[in-house]
């Protein structure tokens, strides 16, 4: 069906301006929808024929796939290029293999380190969203088994990965309803694994040694009726991968082409730490759908996890702490008193360093709309009447018998103004990077230690 306009949009719909669906009019909703940066069930009084026809057309250009049951995440629903835009919605899945012939005790140290492992950054847990199964074997029973165990321990749905249908489908009849991927068809086995996956409740993951053999596939499987399908890339290099990623996100945003228009799978291989990096920050940061680490390593986790969290954040929206005054250790009513803004990175590292210096303190976190500290001065949100305000918000006189506030080093220019604020507290000026508060700490407050 051809993209259309949002006069045209708008000729289908109830003409009230209701508001209802929180735009001010039929028409801005409307323009909305064109854009694809709405969807036609946010009006409460569409009517069916408005729903037919406008039904595929404000579809978002990249499926929407959810994958897993107790621990689920979805893939896809995207509708832009580049995250400045509006944000990325669905992150890239991170997941960790296991072959079928690995030791069975290092099997089973993948698979508790694949359960247990989290890391807190920014004050968000994040973990490792599925376990990859490769068949090597050659052994149907063996691959379904461990499938059904890793299942089973982990909890993660799984990406189910052999070239064998005989293989993928015991394995996917041992875990049905776990929501995996069948990893992967071939134009060769697609209409076979197409009723494997629908029956066992799996999603699909398609292959092919080109795009438009790929995208005759996709569209063959979707007007089969089936529809939960992941795209894998026969790439040659990582160039080549980088530009098949954007070609292909670039034709479902911009040309809503339907057939490239599903969530991306990537099963990263067995190389030098640095190369698999490489490969997998291409992925994550070049529209990734489900991206396959060949083994379990935290020191690689880390930097990855960390670029997914920053990649996916809404640029427009930072991450923020919320507003009030933070314990740091055990403070009492004499301990010292420090102030930052509630940007989540300006928070942690601030309230990780004093307390890495040993000293119990009260932290207050003004509401400054999650800007860094530089930033909210700038803006007006971080002057010393903003801060002395909070402060009475919040009762510090009762709540401290200190009267001393330390502020940032950088913006010393607001103690006076501070000061003037808070009669009877003395503002004094603190560190300029968080690197060195441990060392000011232990200089200037060296007493409560």
Known sequence: ??????LQIQKLLPKTNCKECGSNTCLAF?????????????????SDEAKQILGAASEPPVKKIQIGTDKAFSLGDET???????TFVNQTAMAINVNDTDAAADIDKTLR??????LDRVGELLSIDAVCVTCKSGNAATFAALCKKAYEVTGRPLVINS????QLTAAAEAVKGSRSILASA???TAETLVKVAAGNGHALAVTAPDLNALTALTAKIKDAGFNDLILQYQTGSLSELFQTNSIARRA???DSFKPLGYPTLHIVPKSSMLEESVVAVNEISKYGGVCVLPSFDPAQLVPMMSLRQNMYTDPQKPIQVEPKLYEIGEPTKDSPVFVTTNFSLTYFIVSGEIENSGLNAWLVIPECEGMSVLTAWAAGKFSGAAIAKFCKSIDLDNKVTTREIVIPGYVAQISGELQECMPGWKVVVGAQEASDMESWVKAVYSKYL
């Open 1 to 6: 069906m051809a993209k259309l306009t949002g």
């Open 30 to 46: 409307a323009m909305k929808l064109a854009a694809q940066k709405a969807e036609l069930s946010e009006c409460p009084y569409a």
């Open 80 to 86: 832009v290029l580049y995250r400045h835009e509006k």
């Open 113 to 118: 380190s694949i359960k247990e492992y989290e």
């Open 163 to 166: 070239t064998d249908v005989a």
């Open 186 to 188: 071939t134009p060769e």
């Open 252 to 254: 479902a945003l911009k």
